[in-house]
């Protein structure tokens, strides 16, 4: 199972929890599975046509998946998924 980190601003959407294991072929399968066991927070990674929200950065141990197969990309038990939401501000 790869184990997904989860960003303190979205740990209230899963229990409080920092990480979460879940079993799944590619980066896409995996946060499937965590929106389905999860379902209020798939509103905050997935837009209403299924895709990644454009503020929601997912690394695969490290690397950007949209510069690997996006989230087609292969994952692993050993692997590492990092959900990192973009900050922004301003005046």
Known sequence: ???I???????????GQDAVEIAG?????C???LTTDFGDLRKNLFNDEGKLRSFVNVYLNDEDIR???KT?????DRDTISIVP??????
Do not use: C, Q, W
Request: charged share 20%; net charge positive.
């Open 1 to 3: 199972m790869a184990k």
């Open 5 to 15: 980190l989860i960003p303190t601003p979205l740990r209230h959407f899963v229990n």
């Open 25 to 29: 072929a590619t980066v896409g399968e």
């Open 31 to 33: 946060l499937e599975k």
């Open 67 to 69: 510069y690997l197969d």
């Open 72 to 76: 087609a990309t292969a994952a692993g």
């Open 86 to 91: 973009s900050i922004a501000g301003g005046r």
